[in-house]
C-alpha cells in the first residue's frame, strides 16, 4: 500500500455508502479551512464524482444521450484532465463503488489521486437513515443495500436526465471491500462510530492522513462548529440543497444504535444474513 508521502496527485476522495457521514465530514472540513464558519450549501469542498455539470464543463459531448457505461468509460479521463495541473488539494465526495469500465480501467483515475478517505457505518444504522433520505420504506432501502445492482441516479430509458450520472454502488458489503482493494493510492478508513465516540482523535488522525497542516486548537474548534445539532438547526432554519425534495430532512439523528429501535427482528436478519462477514470485520457484530 502506497502511502500519501508517495502520491503526486492532489485530489483525496471523500468516499462512502450512503448515510455514513460523509456530509458530516465535509462541513468538518468546512470548519477547519474557515475558522469555524459553516454554511451547509456552501461547503467549502469540491463537489461529487457523479456530477454532470462538471462533466459537461470539460466536455463537448451533450451528456444526457450517453449511457451509463459510457459515462463510466469516459470519467476518468475528463478527471484527469481537468486537474492534472493542479496547485491545491482537491476534496471530492465520491458515492460510486471502485470498479472498473468497460475498457478494464478503474473509474477513480489514480494519476491524480493523493488518497482517499472511506466513511463506514453500521449497516443496521445506515438502513433507518438510508429510508428517510429515499423517503421510503425500511424494506426498500434493506433491499437497495442488500442488491448487488443497488444505486443511486438510475438511468431511465436511453435519458440520463438527473442532475448526477448514475452511482453504481453494489451492495453495502461490496461497495466496503470495493474501496478497501484499492492499490493505486492510499486509503484511510474512518468508523462513524469513533466520529461520534472519539471525535478529537477521530478528526486528527484523518487531518494529518490528508497532509494538512492544523493546530489541535484549530480541530477542535471544527468539530464543535460542525456538531450534528448545528447542522440540523441550520437545515431546519435555510433548508439543504442536497435534500431530496420529497425527505423532510438530511439531517435526522446523527446518533448509533437507532437501528435497536428501528428494526424488526426479520429487519436485522436480513441485514445480517448478507453482511455479517464484513460486519465483524468492523466490529459491528
Keep these: 500500500m502506497k502511502t500519501t508521502t508517495e502520491q503526486s496527485g492532489k485530489v483525496i476522495w471523500l468516499a462512502s455508502y450512503p448515510k455514513s457521514g460523509n456530509t458530516w465530514y465535509r462541513a468538518f472540513l468546512t470548519a477547519l479551512f474557515s475558522e469555524g464558519k459553516i454554511h451547509i450549501n456552501d461547503l467549502a469542498t469540491d463537489g461529487i464524482f457523479s456530477s454532470r455539470l462538471f462533466f459537461n464543463c470539460y466536455t463537448d459531448i451533450e451528456s444526457t444521450d450517453l449511457y451509463d457505461w459510457e459515462v463510466k468509460s469516459m470519467i476518468s479521463d475528463v478527471f484527469q484532465f481537468a486537474f492534472k495541473n493542479l496547485d491545491e488539494l482537491k476534496m471530492i465526495k465520491v458515492h460510486d463503488a471502485y470498479a472498473y469500465n468497460v475498457k478494464g480501467n478503474p473509474i477513480i483515475p489514480g494519476e ?54 448514475h452511482q453504481h454502488m453494489s451492495t453495502w458489503s461490496r461497495h466496503v471491500k470495493s474501496w478497501l482493494s484499492v492499490r ?102
Excluded: C
Design 112 to 165: 491524480i489521486t493523493k488518497a482517499a478517505i472511506y466513511f463506514i457505518r453500521n449497516p443496521l444504522d445506515v438502513a433507518g437513515s438510508f429510508a428517510n433520505h429515499l423517503d421510503s420504506n425500511m424494506q426498500h432501502a434493506i433491499d437497495l443495500m442488500n442488491s448487488a445492482d443497488g444505486g443511486l441516479a438510475i438511468q431511465s430509458g436511453n435519458l440520463n436526465l438527473n442532475n448526477q450520472f
Design 184 to 285: 493505486d493510492f492510499p486509503v484511510h478508513i474512518v468508523r462513524y462510530e469513533d466520529m461520534l465516540n472519539f471525535p478529537f482523535e477521530t478528526f486528527r488522525e484523518s487531518v494529518e492522513f490528508a497532509g494538512l497542516k492544523y493546530s489541535d486548537d484549530a480541530i477542535r474548534r471544527a468539530i464543535e462548529a460542525s456538531s450534528f445539532d448545528k447542522l440540523r438547526n441550520q437545515e431546519q432554519e435555510k433548508g439543504f440543497n442536497e435534500k431530496l425534495k420529497s425527505n423532510n430532512s438530511f439531517f435526522r439523528k446523527g446518533t448509533k444504535d437507532n437501528w435497536k429501535v428501528e428494526l424488526t427482528e426479520l429487519e436485522i436478519e436480513l441485514i445480517k444474513k448478507e453482511h455479517g462477514n464484513t460486519m465483524r470485520l468492523f466490529k459491528y457484530i
